[in-house]
């Protein structure tokens, strides 16, 4: 079956995390994704797991797409970059704001000759105001844009979201930019620059946040597991651990209620509605709690279930990839790697019943594919050959 991207041109001159997870993604839709690397490679090569494996976090963002190592500090670098835009339909780029425009490879300039192009730049701040030069990191994104003020418990020191959220969440909106611009681009011939930040991202994800802060001027803080508009939603406590609870509307709490034996706790005045709940979350917990802290994980989360009451267990990753839902929902794949061997990957949270989502292929040694682009841009064998001799390509 043809994916939905296919056909489709990228140029991803980007590394690390945020950019390589838009260009992913798009691969995974069926793109044709070159990922362009300097001569030592994306950073990210040189990481190496827990176990000391090469290069886990580049396997992780880089799947699907072909490699080629290309020098942008030589001008014949340079040139073959231009000539490679010029047919690709969107350019992804992640160097710091201007550093494009030095070696002559910035939006407006592709766009004069190439104006279908979609051109798509990642950075920590964004393309323009006072903090425009800043390098961009997730953990210094996530404490300017607010995520770290309300994340952790009460009265606890600062903690980060437990994945790079600004991260993955600019590359999630770096490509839904992509797509409304080549959406744009199909009725009107014309593309355009898409500008996008970790800040933002993190920024823009603070919905609930910002609401509670534009309502009232209150400052949010962090809640632990608890939800801020409503109660009991949260983390709650078993005889063998935690558990999840959502019950988060009317019909939710009065069936937990009746799961813990106490149908008249939805009569009492402190209870009454979901803002006095979760203005009184605290005596509304310690009273959950005192049943909850008696039944073990599993005959609480029968019970739930039984009821229709949302929750859930919390697991670790070992668990989560062993759970038969995640695999029946095929979040785990497997994908063959020329010097590694078999590795896991993840899967594509999008189901497409027409033009169906795919991991797609490892990602590429450094350089894997190079000559074979080369030639596609018409590059002869002998041309090849002086221009790696140069140190131009690898």
């Known amino acids: 079956m043809s994916r939905a991207l296919a056909g489709l041109r990228v140029l991803d001159v980007t590394q690390v995390m945020a950019g390589p997870f838009c260009a992913m993604m798009l691969a995974d839709m069926g793109a044709d994704v070159i990922k362009v690397e300097p001569p030592a490679g994306d950073v990210t090569r040189r990481w190496k797991g827990a176990q000391g ?3 886990p976090p580049y396997n992780a963002v880089n799947r699907g797409k072909r490699g080629m190592v290309l020098n942008l500090k030589h001008a014949d670098g340079r040139r073959i970059f231009r000539d490679l835009a010029l047919k690709a339909d969107v350019l992804i780029e992640n160097y710091r704001p201007g550093v494009m425009k030095e070696f002559g490879l910035d939006y407006d300039t592709l766009a004069r000759e190439h104006p279908g192009l979609v051109y798509c730049s990642v950075s920590g701040y964004g393309q323009t105001g006072p903090y425009a030069q ?3 990191f997730d953990l210094v994104a996530q404490g300017m844009s607010g995520l770290m003020s309300v994340t952790g418990e009460p009265g606890g020191a600062p903690v980060k979201c437990g994945v790079p959220i600004t991260d993955l969440g600019a590359g999630l909106f770096a490509l839904s930019g992509i797509l409304a611009a080549l959406y744009h681009r199909s009725a009107t011939g014309q593309g355009q620059h898409v500008d996008t930040s970790l800040l933002e991202a993190g920024i823009a994800l603070s919905v609930w946040e910002a609401t509670e802060y534009f309502t ?3 400052v949010p803080g962090p809640l632990g597991s608890a939800h801020r508009m409503n109660a009991p939603y949260q983390a709650i406590r078993c005889a063998d651990g935690h558990i999840t609870l959502g019950a988060a509307n009317e019909q939710t709490f009065r069936l937990f209620c009746q799961v813990c034996g106490h149908p008249e706790w939805t009569t009492l005045p402190d209870f009454a509605t979901a803002a006095l709940r979760v203005q009184n979350r605290a005596a509304l917990i310690a009273l959950i709690e005192g049943v909850t802290a008696r039944l073990t994980r599993a005959d609480l989360l029968t019970q739930m279930d039984a009821a229709g009451v949302p929750g859930g267990p ?3 990753y070992a668990e989560v990839f062993a759970d038969p839902h995640v695999r029946a929902r095929a979040m785990v794949q ?3 790697h020329p010097t590694l061997g078999s590795l896991r990957t993840l899967g594509s949270p999008l189901k497409l019943s027409a033009t169906p989502v795919q991991a797609g292929q490892p990602a590429p040694l450094l350089g894997q594919h190079t000559e074979s682009i ?3 841009i018409g590059l002869d064998p002998g041309a090849v050959q ?9």
């Not at 002086?386 to 690898?394: D, N, P, S, Y």
Request: net charge negative.
């Open 216 to 218: 009232d001027g209150e």
């Open 134 to 136: 800043k390098g961009g």
């Open 334 to 336: 497997e994908v063959e």
């Open 314 to 316: 919390i697991l670790n």
């Open 386 to 394: 002086q221009l790696k001799a140069a140190g131009v390509i690898g």
């Open 53 to 55: 494996t090469e290069s």
């Open 374 to 376: 080369l030639g596609e």
